[in-house]
């Protein structure tokens, strides 16, 4: 459970844990962008071409942009402009308190403002990766604009509250009711919200008819591989699921690097870059 706690708590004193990476491919520029809501946010930007589809990258927690540096490349490469962010709390990005999600939809709706402000206004095709934290927030911040076109939700959770419940018992005992109690309870202090209200599977039908393809690992002991199907099954069509078979949490590139760039941007050109 600590590692859990430790992640919300970071996003309060992040100064001492700030980082200002290189970047890692000269394709990519810095740029900074302000949240929906105000928050300073820091990332690395890269415009190959004024018409391409852009494909806006949501790293997990703990993390920052760097995790999704591997994956930017393989995109560029393939002919997609990438826009991958610190979320608030994290790397570059202005210290606030982490809330796994919740007030990080706020972020990925900032990204999104980014993005169309770059093209003038014109209808440009968008679309968006997110790794854990960032696939609840990506999830839930398509079902609330439509400026996003294209899903890719790698290793989220379904719910918030279940997602805690289910570590606390697995820390302390499948029977200890009070143990997973407190931690909801704990949760909901620090994020500053009902754990319940994040819910990408509640959010996600509403994507539709977007296409949204769902990745988790099999081994994943953080967020139940059944969160995956559950969001499957709330999905409207079209949709995917690819179950990476040795996969831990938010490992699934990593189990397959080739494997996993292959199916994101077939995903990506089935139905992204067809609408550039």
Known sequence: MRPLFATILRGRWGRWFSREPAIPDPRLRAVTFPSADGVRLAGWYGELSRTAATIILCHGAPGDKR???????AL???????????FRGWGESG???????HREVQDVLGAVEFVRT?????????????????AAAA????????????????SSYARLDQSVERIARRVWSPFDLPAARRARRLGEHLIGAPL???AP???????????VLIIHGRRDRLTDVADAHALYRACGDPKALWIVERAGHARTRRVG????????????????????
């Open 67 to 73: 995790d999704m540096a591997g994956l930017a490349g």
């Open 76 to 86: 560029m490469d393939a002919g997609f402009d990438v826009l991958a962010f610190d």
């Open 118 to 134: 770059r093209r003038a206004g014109r209808r440009h095709p968008i679309g968006i990766v997110g790794l854990s934290m960032g």
């Open 95 to 101: 210290r606030t308190r982490v809330t796994l999600g």
């Open 139 to 154: 999830i839930i911040a398509a079902a609330q604009t439509p400026a996003i076109d294209v899903v890719v939700a790698d």
């Open 201 to 211: 599977v509640e959010a996600v039908a509403r994507i539709s008819p977007r296409p």
């Open 257 to 276: 690097t080739r494997e996993y760039d292959r199916r994101v941007i077939g995903f990506f050109n089935t139905y992204v870059a067809a609408m550039t």
């Open 196 to 198: 319940a209200s994040v």
